[in-house]
């Protein structure tokens, strides 16, 4: 196994930063880092906000659900799908490009290249030394995101990427099983055998839980998942991406 395996397979997020901030050469690499990632067609259609604005910092971590985390860190990074520098090639080149760049396709390109890039940050970071921690939490108010950040049509937040030295390391959480995931060929039907691969791991995650917190809890992973998707969340957002002019054809 190489150190870059050893790396990814090391993963686990951090929530508790020590005071130290990033120096600007490491933000530096991270970004670098960000952009080797692939891009669809070299269309690059992302952008990184870094946030270094303590009372910004503060607000994104209350929009996040008070996650403390997303204010305390070494440096935080929102990353954005952004199709707006290529509106901007529109004009440059005199041609009409509204209708590529507002199509499903492109939004779903944006989405890629800007979870693509947001990868390679978070696997840069970890190799450094550095724990990581994605916050979606801030889709909770796009709205609010986008007042506090100035992004412009064209541009939506999609999650912030807090970054900082480890005070506190979690154990690594068990993923589903490899052939859970991985099929060949074609899509497995057969649900007789979902049903067990996913009592097992029910099982797995429930022993994970309940050593991590000394028997204070044991979730299973199904039933964690029926409640959250049971909940309705963000239902705004269709409307706020396409009062953005993305997805709209």
Not at 18 to 40: C, F, N, P, Y
Not at 86 to 104: A, F, Q
Not at 126 to 135: A, Q
Request: hydrophobic share 35%; glycine share 6%; with cysteine.
């Amino acid at each position: 196994m190489n150190q870059v395996i050893e790396t990814i397979l090391n993963h686990r997020s951090v929530r508790r930063f020590q005071d130290k901030r990033l120096s600007k050469e490491e933000i530096d690499m991270i970004v670098q880092s960000a952009q080797a990632a692939s891009t669809s067609s070299f269309i690059q259609a992302y952008s990184i906000i870094g946030i270094t604005d303590r009372e910004k910092k503060q607000k994104l971590a209350e929009i996040a659900g008070n996650q403390t985390y997303a204010a305390e860190n070494g440096h935080f990074f929102v990353f954005c799908a952004d199709l707006n520098r290529h509106r901007v090639i529109g004009k440059i080149e005199e041609t009409d490009l509204n209708d590529s760049i507002e199509s499903t396709e492109k939004f779903m390109v944006a989405l890629i290249d800007t979870a693509l890039a947001a990868q390679n940050a978070a696997i840069a970071a970890e190799s450094m030394g550095l724990g990581i921690c994605y916050i979606g939490g801030i889709r909770n108010d796009l709205d609010g995101v986008k007042a506090l950040l100035k992004t412009p049509e064209y541009v939506v937040p999609l999650f912030g990427l807090a970054v900082g030295y480890p005070d506190e390391q979690n154990d690594k959480k068990p993923r589903l099983p490899l052939d859970h995931i991985y099929m060949e060929n074609e899509y497995e039907q057969d649900e007789d055998k979902y049903k067990v691969q996913l009592s097992e791991y029910n099982r797995i995650i429930s022993e994970y839980y309940r050593e991590r917190t000394g028997g204070k809890r044991e979730d299973t992973w199904t039933g964690q998942m029926a409640k959250m998707l049971g909940r309705k969340s963000r239902m705004y957002m269709r409307r706020f991406v396409e009062n953005q002019m993305m997805n709209k054809k």
